[in-house]
């Protein structure tokens, strides 16, 4: 497709960081990647418990990883905050008790 490995980079980091973060936070989930001609849209969607405070979730090094999580190198608090630096557009919908859904956007 002519994507510069730059962009594949950028998109391959959020998408390792939203994965983990279902995976360790909720137990899993999906993840839908739409590929278009200038951009990719990435979505991770879970069942996990929410995010009861996003801005503080933000914050670089807060975390909320398990011990069992952290004792295999995860839970450093870098997960949203590298989403964020290395998309174009991130949002983030989070309900208590319902689940989470992530939307990545890399622009090439």
Same mark, same amino acid.
């Given at each position: 497709?002519?994507?510069?490995?730059?962009?594949?980079?950028?998109?391959?980091?959020?998408?390792?960081?939203?994965?983990?973060?279902?995976?360790?936070?909720?137990?899993?989930?999906?993840?839908?990647?739409?590929?278009?001609?200038?951009?990719?849209?990435?979505?991770?969607?879970?069942?996990?418990?929410?995010?009861? &405070?996003?801005? *503080?979730?933000? /914050?670089? +090094?807060?975390? @909320?990883?398990?011990? !069992?999580?952290?004792?295999?190198?995860?839970?450093?608090?870098?997960?949203?905050?590298?989403?964020?630096?290395?998309?174009? &557009?991130?949002? *983030?919908?989070? /309900?208590? +008790?319902?689940? @989470?859904?992530?939307? !990545?956007?890399?622009?090439?």
């Amino acid at each position: 497709m002519g994507v510069s490995p730059v962009a594949v980079k950028r998109a391959a980091i959020a998408m390792y960081e939203a994965e983990i973060n279902a995976v360790i936070h909720a137990g899993g989930g999906q993840a839908i990647s739409e590929i278009y001609p200038d951009h990719i849209v990435i979505k991770i969607i879970d069942q996990g418990p929410g995010i009861p &405070d996003v801005n *503080l979730a933000m /914050t670089e +090094g807060w975390s @909320t990883a398990p011990n !069992i999580a952290r004792e295999m190198g995860f839970g450093a608090g870098m997960g949203l905050p590298n989403i964020k630096k290395h998309s174009d &557009d991130m949002s *983030l919908e989070t /309900t208590i +008790g319902k689940g @989470t859904t992530l939307t !990545i956007t890399v622009r090439f």
